[in-house]
């Protein structure tokens, strides 16, 4: 025992370091076992997501706190110590530092959260989860077409919400408005042709076009945004080929690749139901003259 003693008097710095990791260890174990707790008794995902979240930030904070105050010995000296601290380490952990900052200001400003379909350093995907360094994101694109999952699990550090755009495809408006072009070969009746896109497109996007509208408006005054017009619309373009119609509609953000394959599934066996009054058209090429070849064939006689 009196060894022991004799050990403490003479490592007092020891000490205070093995203080400090049980003091640390015990705030980490603590955030850990709120954190089952909330997961076992709080059955909303979201909810209990959020709050897990919340508990994870509060804790890092009070280990900061708890770290600045056991060193510099007193409270007061907290603000002399946050500078020393930046000061020193600011150019090693910048990231770092950048990433928790991140972490608060997506939470705090709600740039998006876990469920939303964002674009963030040109990487796409559905995120999955967002913690205090990192989002979580299940990617789309990339070599599978349209929005479809690629299989990837990307990790993006949260320093990215300051370095550059962020796209949202789900906040506060979950529709996007996509289009496609059909080439209508010349001489097919065209308002037949016309009336036939417009009814398919309506009908099939009746229900989106019903949800966009209340929600738009309430994107138009929150934001300082015109308004604009969610129902389909048909634009006729003549080109040298073909009389074009540009379809332009809007749709579930989820479901561009299917609805669109929908809208052109019927609209192709109802112009096929037309018997020829509407034909799609395909790039062609028209012979106008063939020139004139002559061939002299000269017999050598010997």
């Known amino acids: ?17 093995i203080k400090y990791i049980i003091l640390v260890a015990f705030v980490l174990t603590l955030i850990q076992l709120i954190r089952r707790f909330l997961k076992k008794q709080v059955s ?21 706190l708890l770290s600045f105050s056991y060193f510099t010995g007193n409270i007061k000296d907290f603000t002399l110590a946050i500078g020393l601290f930046s000061a020193g380490i600011a150019f090693t952990l910048q990231e770092l530092i950048l990433s928790i900052a991140g972490s608060l200001y997506i939470f705090i400003v709600k740039v998006y959260k876990p469920g939303d379909r964002i674009e963030i350093n040109g990487i ?14 299940m990617e789309i694109g990339q070599w599978v077409s349209s929005y479809n999952y690629s299989g990837r699990i990307v990790k993006l550090s949260n320093a990215f919400v300051f370095k550059g755009p962020i796209y949202n495809y789900s906040q506060d408006f979950p529709f996007i408005w996509d289009e496609f072009n059909l080439p209508i070969k010349y001489g097919s009746d ?78 192709h066996n109802e112009i096929k139901k037309t018997k020829g009054r509407v034909t799609l058209a395909s790039t062609t090429l028209e012979l106008i003259k063939i020139p004139e070849v002559k061939i002299n064939l000269k017999q050598d006689n010997k």
């Open 1 to 17: 025992m009196n060894q022991i003693k004799h050990w403490i008097a003479e490592n007092p710095t020891l000490l205070n370091i």
């Open 44 to 64: 909303d995902t979201a909810a209990r997501y959020k709050s897990q979240k919340g508990i994870e930030i509060i804790g890092y904070i009070i280990l900061i």
């Open 124 to 137: 796409k995907g559905d995120v999955i989860d967002v913690d205090s360094i990192y989002t979580t994101m």
């Open 190 to 267: 065209v308002e037949l042709a016309k009336s036939i896109v417009i009814k398919i497109a309506s009908n099939t996007l009746s229900e989106y076009t019903t949800n966009s509208k209340s929600q738009w408006k309430e994107v138009v005054n929150k934001y300082y945004i015109e308004d604009a017009l969610v129902d389909p619309t048909l634009a006729i373009t003549l080109t040298d080929n073909w009389i074009q119609f540009n379809l332009r509609y809007i749709v579930d953000y989820k479901k561009r690749r299917f609805t669109k394959h929908m809208l052109n599934d019927e609209i």
